[in-house]
């Protein structure tokens, strides 16, 4: 039986259309698995904190559906909205209203907005909602009453494992910690009774491993970023499990920088910029930049920290650290510098084993943010401290006399004097 033109052109038209839309599918999920952010790698562990499990990762297609999903929800609570080419931000801005912790600033936001916003009188009035500003110029520039950080607008995470929690928490907890139980969060590798009482209940079991790998190093930081976007403060700051931490010297210098502005505060290790390979750019591309070292202790505002959220929330942080195959520390700096273009800002007053503890005047130490020491057999590279409280045989770190050096009528300190 002959087919009839008129159906056989119908049947063409069919297939054609039928071929187009395939096409056209297929392109369309080729060009959203590009542009979706990066995903944890397959079978890469994540942290999850709300159920404090190990869970396996999901599949591409899945993280690409997150990704989207992810970008969308967090425009509508203030985390910015990002247009995306590529992997690169091309505009990141954050709502003002994400920077409101308290009743005060509040209050203040709403008149400036409402300044802002004035009209002459012969003008139609029309509302405005969700004013969205540059990261840089909020509408709390305005406000020159805008009040001070304190202690409480910081969030404090340390890194740690199990085999030093009696080795080295000990002494931060007789000491720093204690005067900022509230705002420090320990992150360990496993549980451990003792020391969550000692820690006040602050002792937070990240899942990761107890290794002192870069993909363990990542694991925690990656844990302590979501943890700190949880607790909605100005400032974000590290430190490792052998610092001493001023904390009034801290706030101190906190107080001179906006949490409002994209801020990043740390001490280099090196006397030069570090070069690192992007395993995400088709020729991997060589790039240097300057980090802040782990071991003195970093700070990040809240503005940078949110902008952030992109490249290391939700587990994303260690896929970072695999992009360029170096610790966390080192993947801060190149998430600030090259993928936010927000330099560091050098602070001197962060110390760590690796500089010249021994060589810090006495009268400068007390000035100091933050301490270390090292534990060198030959050569321990510690504070000099040589009337301190305790002897180096009771105080071999020197950090104890140093806290009573600067704090004489804490507990402990009396306590040595009787």
Request: proline share 2%.
């Amino acid at each position: 039986m002959r087919m009839s033109v008129k159906k056989a052109v119908q049947l063409s038209v069919i297939i054609t259309a039928l071929y187009i839309t395939t096409v056209h599918f297929f392109s369309k999920q080729t060009i959203l698995s590009s542009d979706a952010r990066p995903g944890l790698d397959r079978g890469e562990r994540s942290w999850d904190k709300t159920k404090e499990t190990l869970g396996r990762s999901t599949g591409r297609k899945d993280r690409v559906i997150q990704s989207i999903m992810q970008l969308e929800r967090n425009k509508s609570i203030g985390y910015g909205n990002q247009e995306r080419v590529g992997l690169n931000i091309e505009r990141n801005f954050i709502s003002d209203s994400a920077f409101i912790d308290n009743e005060k600033d509040r209050i203040d936001f709403q008149r400036n907005k409402e300044l802002s916003l004035q009209q002459p009188k012969d003008e139609v009035k029309t509302e405005v909602r969700n004013t969205v500003l540059p990261v840089n110029l909020t509408l709390f520039e305005s406000n020159t009453n805008f009040r001070n950080t304190q202690l409480s607008d910081i969030f404090i995470g340390m890194k740690t494992t199990e085999r030093y929690h009696r080795e080295r928490l000990d002494i931060l907890l007789q000491t720093w910690v204690k005067q900022a139980k509230e705002e420090t969060f320990i992150f360990t590798d496993e549980e451990d009774d003792e020391y969550e009482l000692k820690a006040y209940g602050h002792l937070i079991v990240s899942n990761c491993s107890a290794r002192h790998s870069r993909q363990a190093l990542c694991c925690k930081m990656a844990a302590m970023y979501d943890m700190y976007l949880e607790s909605n403060k100005r400032w974000f700051c590290h430190v490792d499990d052998d610092n001493y931490l001023n904390v009034v010297q801290l706030v101190k210098l906190l107080n001179k920088y906006k949490h409002t502005d994209d801020i990043y505060l740390g001490r280099t290790s090196l006397n030069h910029p570090i070069e690192a390979t992007d395993r995400n750019t088709p020729d991997m591309k060589k790039v240097k930049f300057w980090f802040a070292t782990g071991g003195a202790g970093f700070c990040l505002s809240k503005a940078l920290a949110l902008k952030m959220k992109t490249y290391a929330g939700g587990g994303t942080f260690k896929s970072v650290c695999n992009r360029i195959r170096l610790p966390d520390d080192v993947t801060v700096g190149f998430i600030s510098e090259v993928l936010l273009d927000t330099q560091l800002t050098q602070v001197m007053l962060f110390n760590s084993h690796l500089q010249s503890l021994w060589n810090i005047p006495r009268d400068q130490l007390t000035k100091q943010v933050t301490l270390s020491y090292g534990d060198r057999v030959k050569h321990k590279n510690i504070i000099k401290i040589l009337d301190g409280h305790f002897s180096n045989e009771e105080d071999p770190t020197r950090l104890l006399s140093l806290h009573c050096m600067i704090f004489p009528d804490e507990d402990i300190c009396k306590r040595k004097r009787l």
